[in-house]
């Protein structure tokens, strides 16, 4: 198992610009995940995803756009980068009920700067 | 809303000593998880020991070990005879045990360890 996969590792941006990070998992986990860090801020959660088709908003999740069309993917979208989007992202998932739950499964993260 | 705190930005202990991380959390719930996950500068995010609020037993995973007080609220991380390799960011983390559909992982904002030769 792969586990969870995040691409890209880096990037930089211009402000205005958009772009899509993608995660990928392979342990048919039903709950993704996104979550940005910031210096002094601990993980903050910005959108998650219980399901296919089924999506909604964490605790920063201004300027994001999430969709899940698979159980797999689940691509964090920055509509228009401005640099308060700068931050380390990381892409989680886990099992939903059961023992199993208590786990959640992190991605590698991306490094973004936005200029 | 649940909230964990890490009062310590910054420890350090010399190799092959014990230290003690610490963590607070806050909750009306009585049925929730515990984490501590550790960030080297790879920035991957390793869990490091978890504990169940209803087992009393504290969790113990080789030179980890947790001191878990239920009534205080109380998670610290205790870290036996430091390696050089234990040096790294440390994050405590709670997670609700109830599925509400928003249960996310709340982080604390992390105790970054150095480990002194």
């Known amino acids: 198992n792969a586990g969870v996969t995040q691409t890209p590792k880096f990037q930089v941006l211009k402000t205005g610009q958009s772009m899509t990070l993608q995660c990928a998992q392979d342990?048919?986990?039903?709950?993704m995940s996104w979550y940005r860090q910031d210096p002094g801020m601990g993980l903050r959660l910005i959108h998650y995803?219980?399901?296919?088709?089924?999506?909604d908003q964490g605790e920063v999740p201004n300027g994001y756009n999430v969709s899940r069309s698979t159980t797999e993917d689940f691509p964090l979208r920055l509509l228009s980068a401005a640099p308060s989007q700068t931050s380390v992202y990381f892409c989680?998932?886990?099992?939903?009920?059961?023992?199993?739950?208590?786990?959640?499964?992190f991605g590698p993260g991306t490094r973004l700067t936005v200029l | 809303a649940q909230t964990v705190t890490q009062s310590q930005p910054e420890m350090s202990v010399q190799e092959a000593e014990t230290v003690t991380l610490s963590c607070t959390y806050d909750?009306?719930?009585?049925?929730?998880?515990l984490f501590w996950y550790k960030q080297p500068p790879s920035r991957q995010m390793i869990l490091v020991i978890r504990?169940?609020?209803?087992?009393?037993q504290n969790a113990t995973e080789n030179r980890f070990s947790v001191n878990f007080q239920k009534a205080a609220k109380s998670f610290s991380l205790k870290i036996s005879d430091s390696q050089l390799g234990d040096a790294a960011m440390y994050f405590c983390?709670?997670?609700?045990?109830?599925?509400?559909?928003?249960?996310?992982?709340?982080f604390g904002k992390g105790t970054r360890l150095s480990v002194i030769a």
């Open positions: 989680a998932s886990s099992y939903i009920g059961g023992f199993s739950y208590n786990e959640q499964f």
């Open positions: 342990m048919n986990h039903e709950y």
């Open positions: 995803s219980v399901g296919a088709g089924i999506t």
């Open positions: 909750t009306s719930e009585s049925d929730y998880y």
């Open positions: 504990q169940e609020a209803y087992k009393q």
């Open positions: 983390a709670y997670r609700s045990a109830i599925w509400t559909g928003n249960t996310p992982l709340v």
